[in-house]
């Protein structure tokens, strides 16, 4: 994780807006931990600030996918990835799927060991200085609304919106309400 956020800040300019969802969420927090003063806002969705919780359940994935269920393991995570009653629950376990397929197991395993490996960054959260929107699925299997919760309570400029029938990608599951926090969110950031 620290090498993929390293690899962000030098690729970044000097300033700039940072979003993530799941994996990106965490890359997102590091590399605001690492480099508070160039974040000038902040969108997490659906990432935890703690350690793994579960670290086997993660490396039996990995050890699937490397002995060649890669196939099996995405669909498995695209039955709870969304909430399938939610109104494109099912359309963004498909948009899930395609994306995890264009990634290809090599990726999921980098990222995977990645987030195996992630730091606890709660005690970093009340140092984030910046407006930070923090958008959750109340139906969220992979990272509960605890996690937004338990970092909307510890970052000064945040702001949780926990969106209902919606599970781990608000983007996808929840466009049109996600879309309006995030113009919102930027004029927030536009005048910080």
Do not use: K
Request: proline share 6%; glycine share 10%; with cysteine.
């Amino acid at each position: 994780m620290a090498e993929a956020a390293a690899e962000v800040l030098r690729e970044a300019p000097e300033h700039f807006l940072l979003a993530g969802t799941s994996y990106g969420g965490s890359l997102a927090l590091e590399v605001a931990a690492l480099a508070r003063s160039r974040v000038l806002g902040l969108w997490l969705m659906g990432c935890n600030p703690g350690p793994h919780i579960d670290p086997a359940a993660a490396r039996r994935r990995n050890d699937r996918v490397q002995s060649g269920e890669f196939e099996s393991v995405v669909e498995e995570l695209a039955s709870t990835i969304t909430y399938e009653r939610g109104p494109h629950g099912v359309s963004a376990a498909n948009s899930f799927r395609r994306m995890a397929g264009q990634a290809g197991p090599n990726v999921f395993v980098r990222q995977n060991t990645s987030l195996l490996g992630r730091r606890d960054r709660r005690q970093d959260l009340p140092r984030i200085a910046c407006p930070t929107l923090l958008v959750w699925g109340r139906e969220d299997r992979l990272a509960a609304p605890r996690h937004g919760s338990e970092m909307g309570g510890l970052i000064p400029d945040a702001r949780l919106v926990v969106l209902d029938a919606c599970g781990h990608l608000p983007t996808l599951e929840r466009p049109d309400a996600t879309v309006a926090l995030a113009r919102n969110w930027l004029g927030r950031c536009g005048r910080a």
